[in-house]
């Protein structure tokens, strides 16, 4: 049997770290590199990125966006057309396919990968989206360590266009709930908001998506008049609207497009 190829994780942070430890245990070898950061039982050290990808045939970069670049620079002199350099980190569409450019001279192929759920609870299990030209390589490679990959076009960036999108809906709503909440602890409920919000997070479906989206579409107008008393009332509470001011901003864009029709 031929053993599966090695691979190499640039960036032992707490993602990294999860990922590179599963795929170890996997009885896979793994080449870890980070500059601060000590590797994981079963993850072998390597000198520097060029050694790292040098032994490898799969290579992760695990870091944080704003050394993407200067990773997949140190990283190039030393990929070969037989191996894959796939792209974790959560940055912007337009980055990924800077990546792509530093890769692609190199005849190596690339994937743009975007992890959906928190790393430290699922490891190597992380559900992602993959594009590139080597995101059926990853899924192929990552698959045999239990990762579920969905492939979404050749194009680098996509995968990172998808993830971000749905990052305004999660992160927004993070960002509202929030507020709310500290509305709440000013006016002294915030234990029964919080029973509140779970309770409707709980009984989500369908259903309710669909009255989000219509209902503001139909009531456009009305709720436009109730997000401006909310946000008079964050200001006499003294807890910056700052959701809330956007809510309303919108409310009225849709409301005036109503009339317009």
């Not at 599963?22 to 050290?45: C, F, H, K, M, T």
């Amino acid at each position: 049997m031929t053993a599966p190829p090695a691979v190499a994780v640039l960036g032992l942070g707490e993602a990294g770290a999860a990922i590179a430890r599963d795929i170890a245990l996997s009885g896979n070898r793994v080449i870890g590199y980070d500059p601060a950061q000590s590797p994981p039982d079963g993850v072998e050290v390597a000198a520097g990125i060029p050694q790292a990808v040098a032994s490898a045939k799969v290579v992760l970069s695990i870091n944080a966006a704003a050394v993407a670049l200067e990773v997949a620079d140190a990283a190039a002199p030393a990929l070969t057309p037989d191996k894959l350099y796939a792209d974790l980190n959560t940055t912007a569409p337009a980055l990924k396919r800077a990546l792509w450019a530093i890769v692609e001279p190199t005849g190596a192929r690339f994937a743009d990968v975007a992890l959906m759920e928190p790393v430290p609870d699922w490891g190597v299990r992380t559900p992602s989206l993959a594009s590139g030209n080597g995101a059926e390589a990853y899924q192929a490679q990552l698959g045999s360590f239990g990762t579920p990959v969905t492939c979404v076009g050749a194009e680098p960036g996509a995968a990172a266009a998808r993830k971000l999108a749905r990052s305004v809906f999660m992160k927004g709503q993070a960002a509202a709930i929030g507020e709310a909440l500290a509305a709440a602890d000013r006016l002294g409920c915030e234990e029964w908001l919080y029973g509140d919000i779970e309770s409707t997070l709980m009984r989500a479906d369908g259903r309710l998506l669909r009255r989000l989206i219509e209902g503001s579409r139909q009531h456009a107008g009305r709720r436009v008049d109730e997000m401006a008393a909310a946000v008079e009332m964050l200001e006499e509470l003294e807890v910056e609207p700052r959701v809330s001011a956007a809510a309303e901003a919108w409310l009225r864009s849709l409301a005036a497009s109503e009339v317009r029709r």
